[in-house]
């Protein structure tokens, strides 16, 4: 049996201290300008604060910091971005909001054109990376969003 050839996934590009990022598509629920959020205290270094989504509250996660890197800087292109993830073992479905430098476009990667995430030499954990995509003979860092937005090891560093 011949096996289908998978259909470009798509995925929102993202910069972060230079670097480019990518989620999939399907875990990002919307983007909104970054404003001011309202500090919680005792949270995780990561956890920049929270923001109130249409009645909701939303915690936000400096990416940078979460990347163990100094955290970001609010500048006129910082976002939020919005997504929904599934953590592992509840199957819960969780939303959080994203701070990045900037948001760039919306890609379709072919399955060919994504490599496994390579074992060393990466700024960030290699389980946070889901694969490396060839995009305009460049490689954009495709994150794995449920291993780098998991709520159960941000509370456990936030209880350490």
Do not use: W
């Not at 049996?1 to 590009?13: D, F, H, R, W």
């Not at 959080?96 to 990667?109: F, K, N, P, T, Y």
């Amino acid at each position: 049996m011949q096996a289908l050839p998978q259909a470009p996934a798509q995925y929102l590009t993202f910069t972060l201290g230079g670097e480019t990022y990518a989620v999939g598509i399907l875990a990002v629920k919307e983007i909104i300008e970054y404003a001011g959020l309202t500090p919680v205290p005792m949270m995780p270094e990561a956890i920049r604060g929270v923001i109130n989504l249409r009645g909701a509250v939303v915690p936000v996660m400096d990416l940078a910091a979460r990347f163990g890197r100094q955290a970001s800087e609010i500048t006129k292109r910082t976002c939020i971005v919005i997504v929904e993830v599934v953590q592992g073992h509840t199957g819960e479905h969780q939303v959080l909001g994203v701070m990045v430098d900037a948001v760039s476009a919306v890609l379709e990667i072919a399955a060919a054109d994504i490599e496994p995430a390579p074992a060393f030499g990466a700024r960030i954990r290699s389980d946070f990376i889901a694969g490396m995509g060839k995009v305009n003979g460049k490689f954009v860092i495709l994150l794995d969003a449920s291993q780098v937005l998991s709520v159960d090891e941000i509370s456990a560093l936030a209880a350490a």
